[in-house]
């Protein structure tokens, strides 16, 4: 901790950092064991990921009525999802009915940007230092700090010296901006980009989409939710529900059965198309079982997508420019569009390939890569973010003996069960490396991590434990199951945010095991496991 930090603590049984879907749901049930909780947010609202990116097309790809909180009905009653896929402002709606249902905001301090956190071992305690220098220390520490919360600028000379308009897709302004007329680049196709370039293309005046590594985009198929539809889905989310649980990312898709391999052409194309012209991930998520682990499988599914695009974009020359080269299909977590290839059908619409014209520097007016000059009267950065660690990195966290958590994690994360780490006792991880939640319809993971952390909490208070950590064995042989079973995932050879890759930030290079591959029902079974034999593997003293 600064010297700045000197004075008095304010004290709590629980700080959580974040107050996204995962930092709400679990202020609501620590207030259920009559705890006193301090939630810390950098925003100045609720919502998390909903409250930060708000920049042009921003929606949802899981069913929004797959998405919500399922644990109160009355939650689930009284909201009416408007589209299947809703958008970013009515997502932030919900979190913010959701805030005043449950009256969340008064356990909650917003603007507050936690800079460190220190163990207390004489105390069995967390002290967090906020930026400004204000403190506060609590004996448990959870952290819900999500995956892609850590925006990224492109390291680019000049970046700081353009007199146009800058934005980061990450951090986008909460004010309206306006596209007509303007000249805009887009820098990035990843999920962001696609999101953004579909949306800006309607209405700016000349659109320039600088592409290092293109990505394989399905079709949405977005629709609004009608009132009898509605009433349909009010009363089956027992079934919904039941259904996203059994499902390897907690999806309401279920994969089918067969190879894609040991059926014909004729019939696998057509079900290629069947799932193509259906919503969301179900091409993805419900596809043959074998497509993301075989890569022969592999081949045809990405073939089709091939013919895909080159059906949707007229000019043959940009439609092989939309066309990966180093990776197959759902090898990376697959945006969904809604128009984003037809968006290069506009004439006021250009795609440059930076690979074979890198850019070169940000200029006062525009841009310049190693062909040529542009002029810009806005950019827009969807760069990415600091996957899965980002958020953990820029807290300096200090465990036993004082030792950084940014230290230990060097060579790679190293969890047990993904909610906590070895040395460092009473912190819980909600969302971070090595558990289901980054492979997943995120809250349904959520809840799952929750309830497993507040039922660890109540039997500690039940049986008088001050400290839980797990042993460095458990944490060894979970780190390497980790590893292990990601190896069966084509995703794990690939350059992506799910392997900790990120091209825009020094030593964010090289591919580590960040996710559990092994799919929602059996890590909640191996989590169930561990709490039936008596939270075997953590040292409770």
């Known amino acids: ?21 995962s930092g709400m749901y679990q202020l609501h049930r620590l207030r259920e064991l009559g705890l006193s909780v301090r939630v810390f947010e950098a ?61 969340l905001r008064r356990d909650m301090t917003f603007g507050s940007r936690v800079v460190a956190a220190a163990f207390d071992e004489a105390e069995n305690s967390w002290e967090i230092e906020l930026q400004g220098g204000r403190r506060a220390r609590a004996h448990f520490l959870i952290t819900a700090v999500g995956p892609l919360s850590t925006p990224v600028w492109p390291n680019i000379p000049g970046i700081d010296g353009f007199a146009g308009e800058a934005y980061h897709t990450g951090r986008w302004p909460h004010e309206p901006v306006s596209f007509d007329g303007k000249r805009v680049a887009v820098i990035g196709t990843g999920a962001t980009g696609v999101q953004t370039i579909t ?3 309607k209405t700016v005046g000349q659109l320039t989409v600088f592409q290092r590594t293109p990505n394989y985009c399905a079709p949405l198929h977005n629709s609004p939710i009608d009132a009898e539809t509605q009433r349909k889905i009010k009363a089956s989310y027992k079934e919904i529900f039941e259904t996203c649980r059994n499902t390897f990312g907690c999806f309401i898709h279920e994969a089918d059965p067969r190879s894609a391999l040991e059926v014909s052409d004729e019939e696998r194309e057509a079900f290629f198309e069947k799932l193509y012209g259906e919503p969301g991930f179900g091409i993805w998520m419900g596809n043959f079982r074998d497509l993301q682990i075989n890569p022969a499988a592999n081949a045809t599914i990405t073939a089709f997508m091939h013919r895909k695009i080159r059906e949707r974009v007229n000019d043959p020359r940009i439609a092989e420019m939309l066309i990966p080269r180093d990776h197959g299909f759902g090898t990376r977590r697959l945006p969904l569009e809604s128009g984003y290839y037809e968006a290069f059908n506009r004439d006021n619409v250009e795609l440059i390939d930076v690979r074979k014209a890198p850019i070169e520097a940000i200029t006062p007016t525009g841009l310049k890569t190693s062909d040529a000059e542009y002029d810009f009267d806005m950019i827009i950065y969807a760069t990415g973010f600091d996957p899965i660690t980002g958020g953990f990195d820029r807290i300096d966290i200090r465990g036993i003996d004082g030792q950084r958590l940014k230290d230990k994690w060097l060579g790679g994360p190293k969890t047990f069960l993904g909610l906590q780490i070895a040395g460092f006792p009473n912190m819980m991880t909600l969302v971070g490396p090595h558990n289901a939640a980054i492979f997943c319809n995120i809250p349904r993971c959520i809840e799952q991590n929750v309830d497993w952390v507040t039922d660890l909490i109540r039997y500690m208070r039940e049986n008088n434990y001050q400290r839980v950590a797990p042993t460095l064995e458990a944490e060894e042989e979970w780190t390497a199951h980790v590893h292990e079973i990601g190896q069966y995932l084509l995703f794990s050879q690939i350059d992506s945010w799910m392997t900790g890759v990120n091209k825009n930030l020094p030593g964010k290079q090289e591919r580590a095991s960040l996710v559990y591959a092994g799919g929602a029902p059996s890590y909640r079974a191996r989590c169930d496991d561990v709490a039936a034999k008596g939270y075997k593997g953590f040292e409770l003293s």
């Not at 901790?1 to 879907?21: F, K, Q, T, W």
């Open 1 to 21: 901790m600064s010297a700045a930090s000197e004075g008095p603590s304010e004290r709590y049984d629980a700080i959580i950092i974040g107050a996204g879907l």
């Open 43 to 103: 925003g100045d609202g609720v919502g998390g990921t909903w409250y930060w990116n708000r920049y042009p097309g921003a929606r949802f790809d899981s069913e929004s009525w797959t998405y919500g909180y399922s644990f109160n009905e009355e939650l689930l009653q009284e909201w009416d999802w408007s589209e299947h896929f809703s958008a970013q402002p009515e997502t932030l709606r919900y979190c913010n009915f959701v805030a005043d249902k449950l009256d």
């Open 199 to 201: 949306e800006v293309a």
